[in-house]
C-alpha cells in the first residue's frame, strides 16, 4: 500500500483578514484530491487519510490560531489548497480557484449566492465551462425566483466566451454575472483570482482573471478588486466576470 507526505512548510503566517483556513479545510481538500486522483470510487471517511501525514507549521495561514478570521479559508484557500496539490502531481490545469461570493441586502433581508467559473484543462480533456469547481457544492438561484422575491433585475448571465485558457486541451470558459439594485443597499464580493490567471500546464494558456465592476446609474464604472463592500443606490449593476480555467498542452499540438 503507499503512503504520501503533504509538507505545507513555508507556508505564510496568519493573515489579519479573514482568508485563514482552519487545518480541518486543508484536510478536506486533500482527502477530496486524492479521491479525484484515485481513478475509483471510495468511501469518504476518515479512512482516507490512514496512510497520509500532513504537515502544516502553526500560526500560519493553514493553522491559525483560535482567534483569527477565517470565513474565506473556507471558500477561497480550500480551493488555492486544491490548486497546490493537483499542480504537485502534474493531474490538470487550475480552475478558477474562487467560489465568487456575492452578498447583497440591508436591514430587511440578506442575500448570498457563489458563482461559476472555468475547469481547468487535464491531458485527455478540455476544461468545463460555467460550472462550480473543485470545494463547492452549491446550485445558483433561478433568474426568475431571484427577480420575484428581491429588489434586483438580473441584466444578464451568460458565458464569457473566450475567457478560457488556449492549448491542446482548452481551459473552461467563466461566467459574466450582471445584477442592477432597484433599491439602495449594501453590496460585498469576496473572490480570488482578480490579480493572477488560473495557470495552464504543460504548455496550455492561462485563463483570464476576473472582474468586478460597479456600474453607477449614470454608467461611470469602478472595479472593485478582488474584495469589497460598498453602499449602492438605487439604478447601480454589479457585474462579475469570473475566471477562465487554464488549458493543458501546447496549441500547436493539435495544429490550432
Known amino acids: 500500500s503507499g503512503s504520501a507526505v503533504f509538507d505545507f512548510e513555508g507556508t505564510g503566517p496568519e493573515l489579519h483578514g479573514n482568508l485563514n483556513a482552519p487545518p480541518a479545510v486543508v484536510y478536506s481538500a486533500i482527502v477530496y484530491t486524492l479521491r479525484c486522483l484515485c481513478g475509483a470510487e471510495i468511501p469518504?471517511?476518515?479512512?482516507?487519510?490512514?496512510?497520509?501525514?500532513?504537515?502544516?507549521p502553526h500560526n500560519s495561514l493553514l493553522?491559525?490560531?483560535?482567534?483569527?478570521?477565517?470565513?474565506?479559508?473556507?471558500?477561497?484557500?480550500?480551493?488555492r489548497v486544491v490548486d497546490v496539490v493537483l499542480r504537485a502531481f502534474g493531474a490538470c490545469a487550475a480552475s478558477q480557484g474562487c467560489m465568487n461570493n456575492l452578498s447583497?441586502?440591508?436591514?430587511?433581508?440578506?442575500?448570498?449566492?457563489?458563482?461559476?467559473?472555468?475547469?481547468?484543462?487535464?491531458p485527455t480533456w478540455h476544461g468545463r465551462s460555467g460550472v462550480h469547481t473543485h470545494m463547492t457544492n452549491t446550485r445558483i438561484t433561478d433568474p426568475e425566483i431571484?427577480?420575484?422575491?428581491?429588489?434586483?433585475m438580473l441584466r444578464e448571465f451568460s458565458l464569457r466566451k473566450g475567457s478560457g485558457g488556449h492549448g491542446r486541451w482548452h481551459g473552461g470558459d467563466g461566467v459574466v454575472r450582471d445584477i442592477e439594485f432597484r433599491k439602495p443597499m449594501q453590496v460585498s464580493i469576496l473572490s480570488e483570482r482578480r490579480a493572477t490567471r488560473p495557470y495552464g500546464m504543460a504548455g496550455g494558456g492561462d485563463g483570464a482573471k476576473g472582474q468586478n465592476l460597479i456600474i453607477m446609474p449614470g454608467g461611470h464604472t469602478?472595479?472593485?478588486?478582488?474584495?469589497?463592500?460598498?453602499?449602492?443606490?438605487?439604478?447601480?449593476?454589479?457585474?462579475?466576470?469570473?475566471?477562465?480555467?487554464?488549458a493543458y498542452g501546447a496549441a500547436s499540438e493539435d495544429g490550432a
Open 104 to 122: 447583497f441586502g440591508d436591514e430587511t433581508f440578506g442575500y448570498y449566492e457563489t458563482i461559476a467559473g472555468g475547469a481547468g484543462a487535464g
Open 146 to 152: 431571484l427577480e420575484r422575491r428581491y429588489p434586483v
Open 63 to 79: 493553522h491559525p490560531s483560535a482567534t483569527a478570521a477565517v470565513v474565506g479559508g473556507n471558500v477561497l484557500t480550500s480551493q
Open 44 to 56: 469518504l471517511n476518515q479512512g482516507c487519510l490512514a496512510p497520509v501525514t500532513v504537515k502544516i
Open 222 to 246: 469602478i472595479s472593485l478588486g478582488g474584495k469589497a463592500s460598498i453602499a449602492v443606490e438605487a439604478g447601480t449593476r454589479f457585474r462579475l466576470l469570473s475566471p477562465g480555467g487554464g
